[in-house]
């Protein structure tokens, strides 16, 4: 049945590890509520798995550092020469290229100016982005 306009909302708090259920006032009294009773009456589970993405983070850091190192020469140059920077493949390819291209782009470091072959061996010189450091960051270099 639909809330009507000004009719109180009640949102229900159920825990799936326990038969604890409360109703709120509001869906996020009833979030905070759930998340307070994990805390206490659950005490006992396991610590948390290690994160796993650390070592992309790790990379993504390495990669956008090179593109900056790539981007204050001025010359074009693809995305996959911050190989010649030792950055090593990323964890995830099709997904982890295009985040740091993407995320340089954003800061305003590079820009795109063409297309060029690709340095990468296994993609066979397929065509890929070309790109050039902004003006801001060859200046500041």
């Known amino acids: 049945m639909a809330r009507l306009r000004g009719e109180p909302v009640t949102a229900r708090a159920r825990c799936s590890s326990c038969d604890y259920e409360s109703m709120h006032p509001t869906y996020a009294a009833a979030s905070t509520a759930l998340f307070a009773h994990y805390d206490t009456a659950h005490t006992d589970r396991p610590a948390p798995a290690e994160l796993h993405q650390l070592p992309a983070v790790e990379w ?19 995305i996959a020469d911050v190989q010649k920077y030792g950055v090593t493949d990323p964890p995830q390819p099709r997904t982890d290229w295009p985040k740091v291209t993407a995320e340089a782009e954003q800061l305003g470091w590079i820009e795109h100016c063409g297309y060029a072959k690709s ?14 450091g902004t003006f801001a960051v060859r ?3």
């Open 60 to 78: 993504h850091r390495q990669a956008l550092q090179a593109i900056h190192a790539l981007a204050a020469t001025g010359e074009p140059f693809v």
């Open 119 to 132: 340095t990468r061996p296994t993609v066979r010189g397929s065509a890929v982005r070309q790109w050039r």
């Open 139 to 141: 200046r500041a270099s």
